[in-house]
């Protein structure tokens, strides 16, 4: 069983940063990819990054290329996503997944997630 556990969220000025970690259980964390999605009411769930086992790449959405980055640091089992320049379009609770098998932006690839840290950005 793995349990994902995010935190960092906030609410923060269009142009502002966050840094939103999870914290992961379990033994496999540093050999598993990770994810973050994002979801606001009546929208689907987005793909926003990704990072392999060993944070050698890293997977972007269009929508935040250049302005976020997620990185790893597997002694402490957690995963971070660094949110740069933020934009009121971010707003969106954001969830940490942890990557199974197949495409790091399909949902689908993941098998655990965690309950989502709210991000909002006023404008």
């Known amino acids: 069983q793995v349990q994902l556990v995010e935190s960092g969220g906030g609410l923060v000025q269009a142009g502002g940063s966050l840094r939103l970690s999870c914290v992961a259980s379990?033994?496999?964390?540093?050999?598993?990819?990770m994810g973050w999605f994002r979801q606001t009411p009546g929208k689907e769930r987005e793909f926003v990054a990704a990072i392999s086992w060993s944070g050698s790449s890293t997977y972007f959405a269009d929508s935040v290329k250049g302005r976020f980055t997620i990185s790893r640091d597997n002694a402490k089992n957690t995963v971070y996503l660094q949110m740069n320049s933020l934009k009121p379009e971010d707003t969106a609770i954001y969830y940490c997944?942890?990557?199974?098998?197949?495409?790091?932006?399909?949902?689908?690839?993941?098998?655990?997630w965690g309950q989502g840290t709210q991000v909002t950005v006023s404008s």
């Open positions: 379990g033994r496999t964390f540093s050999r598993d990819g």
């Open positions: 997944a942890r990557h199974q098998s197949g495409r790091y932006d399909w949902g689908r690839s993941y098998d655990y």
